[in-house]
């Protein structure tokens, strides 16, 4: 009785199922976008295509098509194929689809290729169970993550599987799906509607379908043609591609850095604001400012120290969402000021110095007199007090090994000019 009623269950679920889930491609011709790693004649569709698929991880974020590959890998494969999420399998889960694999093998001669969805989820102990398997070809594992693999997935178990990244879907890519789901659906839709659903998805097909299904729905109960309104409403808020622990906060953080390094105000912002709305902590984004007035500008404009010191301040004082003001007049300083690293190459090739050579002892006219018996030792003598003397000026102060040594070169921008420091 309960197998009559799975079976009917089966045959309904396509009419109550999301329209997603509905119009998830069964075939590579069906599938849309990635044309990096899925393009004709690439090797990952060739191999698919052939039923000799080796171990992958797929990584990419929401939306981009990796459960719907390895599906399509489980529709053309001849091995048999198991499914695991990584959420909720267990070690024990892991053992028990490796020894059906073994006895799959050994029984019938046929492959098992293992579909791991979240990967990234599995811990140390987890992975290490499945290192075997893979290493000797028990199973072909297919692991799918929106994390980084390589911040995530143990080293042994990459060097084993080859590593695709799925991008997300263009505009014109969502375009197509959106078109699907219209078809689908019987409605109708503008041009413009489709496009504004396909900036609203986020580069996620499956975000593009949902909102697509909830704004015909709005629409059919107002008893009204879908319109723009019905879009912006289902769409609420575009999704962020954020996780401020992980590859985007590494991501994120180095354009944004890079962005006021190239002096491009605009894109500085944007990052900056990226960051805060996926909920980045603003103390981080204020300390890696505080190092860019440094390293990056310095001397060329010394007041942009004193502006990302007072931003972080602020953020101490008053907190988000005030601060975000702080954060991009902050922002915007540093993007707009002079620049130049002349402040970092210094120390760094004096650091350079002070390693290769070991502390090398200030000459005796530097060192400490104050002390009985330092003028006996020859310490302090010979030295000319610049504000009685200009020819104090002129000193070489290095060490004597090192004198010559030109550690700090003005850059000549802003007021850093050329002749400071000589």
């Not at 003028?375 to 010979?382: C, P, S």
Request: charged letters at 25%.
């Amino acid at each position: 009785m309960g197998d009559l009623f799975s079976d009917a269950a089966e045959v309904r679920l396509s009419d109550v199922a999301p329209l997603a889930m509905r119009l998830r491609p069964s075939t590579l011709d069906e599938f849309v976008g990635q044309e990096q790693v899925l393009g004709k004649g690439s090797a990952l569709r060739l191999a698919i295509a052939a039923d000799r698929v080796g171990s992958m991880i797929l990584y990419g974020p929401p939306g981009s098509g990796k459960t719907t590959l390895a599906r399509i890998v489980a529709h053309t494969t001849g091995a048999r194929f198991e499914e695991l999420s990584a959420v909720s399998a267990t070690v024990k889960d892991v053992r028990e689809v490796l020894a059906a694999a073994r006895e799959r093998l050994g029984a019938e001669g046929r492959r098992t290729i293992l579909f791991l969805d979240e990967i990234h989820r599995f811990n140390k102990a987890q992975q290490d169970a499945l290192l075997p398997a893979v290493e000797e070809g028990l199973v072909t594992l297919i692991g799918a993550t929106t994390e980084n693999p390589y911040f995530e997935v143990n080293s042994a178990l990459l060097s084993r599987t080859q590593i695709y990244e799925l991008e997300p879907l263009s505009d014109d890519d969502l375009a197509i799906v959106v078109r699907r789901g219209i078809a689908e659906l019987g409605a109708e839709l503008t041009d413009g509607l489709v496009s504004l659903i396909a900036r609203r998805a986020g580069g996620d097909a499956r975000n593009a379908l949902n909102i697509l299904e909830l704004a015909s729905q709005t629409a059919v109960a107002e008893g009204k043609p879908l319109s723009a309104e019905h879009i912006e409403d289902a769409a609420r808020k575009r999704p962020l591609v954020y996780d401020k622990g992980g590859d985007a906060h590494y991501d994120f953080i180095s354009a944004f850095i890079k962005s006021m390094r190239g002096s491009d105000p605009n894109a500085s912002v944007y990052y900056l604001a990226a960051m805060l709305e996926g909920g980045e902590d603003p103390r981080f984004i204020a300390r890696r400012m505080i190092v860019l007035a440094s390293e990056d500008i310095g001397n060329a404009d010394p007041r942009a120290l004193q502006v990302a010191v007072a931003a972080a301040h602020a953020v101490e004082h008053v907190g988000l969402p005030e601060a975000r003001l702080n954060l991009s007049q902050a922002a915007i300083y540093l993007a707009r000021a002079p620049k130049s690293n002349a402040s970092y190459v210094a120390i760094k090739e004096a650091t350079q110095d002070v390693r290769e050579h070991g502390h090398l002892r200030p000459p005796d006219e530097l060192r400490d007199a104050h002390y009985y018996g330092a003028k006996k030792l020859g310490r302090g003598q010979g030295y000319i007090y610049p504000h009685s003397n200009p020819a104090g000026f002129e000193v070489d102060y290095l060490p004597e090994e090192l004198r010559g040594r030109s550690y700090y070169r003005p850059s000549g921008a802003g007021e850093e000019e050329a002749n400071d420091g000589d």
